[in-house]
Structure formats: structure tokens, C-alpha cells
């Protein structure tokens, strides 16, 4: 079992910043790799990026890229989601989850391990 625990969202005006981090506890080592998703009200929950737990590698939604960074600092068990020019659009809530094979990546349903999300306003 894996667990993940979401912090850092909140309110912030658009063009602002916000970092949120998922801290992971648990049966990491069999981490292949950990992705964020959003959810807005009436929307599907959508692929936002992905990192390897092991080498760091990352890729992101076209709607994010260039905005939002992800990183991870394993020492910490804990990876962030770097949100940057945040604009309305963006409103959601954001959840970690952690997946132990490599194919998949971009699709919720393929995700082992959900953390509990964590609200992200963006006003105009």
C-alpha cells in the first residue's frame, strides 16, 4: 500500500503561483511513477503531469506546459507540482496518484493509489 497526502492548494489570483506537494508514505520503492490530476465541477479528471520516482523524468499536459513544473525530492518521499501564470481555467481540485507499471500514465483509471486532493481556486 501506498499513501498520499495532498497540501497547498487555496485561493490565489490569476497570474499568481501555488506549489503543492504529495507526500508519500508507505510501499514507495514500488513507485514507477507519480502523477498529478485535476478535477473541475462537472468536468473528467484530467492528466496534468507525471514524474518518474526513479530518474525524474517528466511530461505534462498541453494545457500546462510551460506553466506547471513537477519535481520530487526522494529523501522527503514527497513530490510537488509547481504552478506558475496560474489562470481561471486552472480552477480544480488537484489530486497525487501513484502508479507502479509503465503504461498508462496519462489515464486516472490505471492509478493505483489516490491521494484525498486539494482545492485550487483561481479568480479573475
Known amino acids: 500500500q501506498v499513501q498520499l497526502v495532498e497540501s497547498g492548494g487555496g485561493l490565489v489570483q490569476a497570474g499568481g503561483s501555488l506549489r503543492l506537494s504529495c507526500a508519500a508514505s508507505?510501499?514507495?520503492?514500488?513507485?514507477?511513477?507519480m502523477g498529478w490530476f485535476r478535477q473541475a465541477p462537472g468536468k473528467e479528471r484530467e492528466f496534468v503531469g507525471r514524474?518518474?520516482?526513479?530518474?525524474?523524468?517528466?511530461d505534462y499536459a498541453d494545457s500546462v506546459k510551460g506553466r506547471f513544473t513537477i519535481s520530487r525530492d526522494n529523501a522527503k518521499n514527497t513530490v510537488y507540482l509547481q504552478m506558475n501564470s496560474l489562470k481561471p481555467g486552472d480552477t480544480a481540485v488537484y489530486y497525487c496518484?501513484?502508479?507502479?507499471?509503465?503504461?498508462?500514465?496519462?489515464?486516472?483509471?490505471?492509478?493505483?493509489?489516490w491521494g484525498q486532493g486539494t482545492q485550487v481556486t483561481v479568480s479573475s
Open positions: 496518484a501513484a502508479k507502479q507499471t509503465p503504461w498508462g500514465i496519462h489515464v486516472p483509471s490505471e492509478y493505483d493509489y
Open positions: 514524474i518518474r520516482w526513479s530518474g525524474g523524468s517528466t
Open positions: 508507505g510501499r514507495i520503492f514500488s513507485t514507477y511513477v
